[in-house]
């Protein structure tokens, strides 16, 4: 039997199906494996099963010889898909079936920075509430605001039509609109248009570092920012000063860039901020789906057929 590791634990259905067609090995430790433990526990496997924060490179499909992996993720930035593509390495990722919970979230946090409900919940929780007043917590409307979307894709059309019942005005910048009603900006103008900037790119090359210290700039004075796509699409030191010096309004982010557990400690101390540790897609339901895919894609490829989300052909 062909045997596939996998790097952190499994729901349990997962881990019934994967072992009924491979020889399973996985890390049974809610512990991120060092280097040298992944390339151990996946040497001479045929597949891999990953999550975002393990890093598959070149040297790692050659040490090991695997000839899939199966990321645990829609993101692939982890992988070196170039290496994998030159290797004849299939890679896979999880579409669909997270789409709506990560809009859920990037919703979520275009509401908890406009109407400041985390602020809210801390000052309540000091016991600072001292009744109702006309000026108390005041926000920013969303609803008839303009969202501008950067990656009109999957999880950016989803967003998009949560805005539609909003009533929001929606503009976008790069992938595809579908049934919403969403017009086409440069980044530019899109940045200088919105009340909200929610981004939906993948990380890539051309992506990195997409909103430095120009973008942040051409935004509206008082506009929001949300990430839930990856950190290191936002240049973190240009995004803490502008909202040091209070030209943005407030900023929701999910993910950070660099080291993800250590984000810059200045956005600790500014409350139009809210932080959440990149959860986007982490309900019992979504993460389960997202197993169960992962492991539909290395049963295909068990059997020798293409899996059904290659991420290159
Ligand atoms: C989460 O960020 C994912 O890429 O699935």
Redesign the pocket.
């Known amino acids: 039997m062909k045997r596939i590791f996998v790097t952190w634990p499994l729901p349990e259905p997962t881990q019934a199906r994967l072992a009924s067609a491979c020889e399973l090995v996985m890390n049974v430790e809610e512990e991120l494996l060092t280097r040298a433990e992944l390339l151990r526990g996946a040497a001479g496997a045929f597949g891999l099963l990953t999550t ?1 924060r393990d890093r598959v490179d070149a040297a790692v499909l050659d040490a090991t010889g695997v000839r899939v992996v199966a990321n645990w ?3 692939y930035d982890n992988i070196d898909i170039a290496a994998a593509r030159a290797r004849k390495v299939w890679v896979t990722n ?1 579409p669909g079936v ?1 789409t709506e919970t990560t809009a859920d979230l990037a919703f979520g946090l275009i509401f908890a920075v406009a109407r400041r409900i985390a602020e809210g919940d801390r000052l309540v929780r000091r016991a600072e509430f001292r009744g109702w007043h006309p000026g108390l917590l005041l926000g920013r409307e969303v609803h008839g605001r303009t969202l501008g979307i950067v990656g009109l894709g999957r999880i950016g059309r989803a967003v998009a039509r949560r805005a539609a019942g909003f009533g929001m005005r929606v503009i976008y910048h790069g992938g595809r609109p579908d049934d919403v009603h969403c017009q086409p900006r440069s980044l530019q103008d899109l940045l200088a248009e919105s009340d909200f900037v929610s981004l939906h790119v993948p990380l890539t090359t051309e992506t990195r570092n997409l909103i430095g210290p120009a973008e942040i700039n051409a935004m509206k004075r008082g506009a929001f920012l949300i990430n839930t796509a990856r950190g290191d699409v936002v240049d973190q030191e240009a995004l803490v000063e502008a909202l040091e010096r209070g030209h943005l309004g407030g900023a929701g982010l999910d993910v950070f860039p660099g080291t993800p557990e250590r984000p810059d400690p200045r956005l600790f101390t500014l409350e139009n901020v809210v932080l959440t540790p ?1 959860v ?2 982490a309900t019992r339901e979504t993460r389960l789906l997202m197993a169960e895919r992962a492991a539909d894609n290395l049963i295909a490829a068990l059997s020798g057929k293409a899996p059904p989300d290659l991420v290159w052909r």
């Open positions: 975002l993720a829609v993101g999880t997270l990149h986007g897609s």
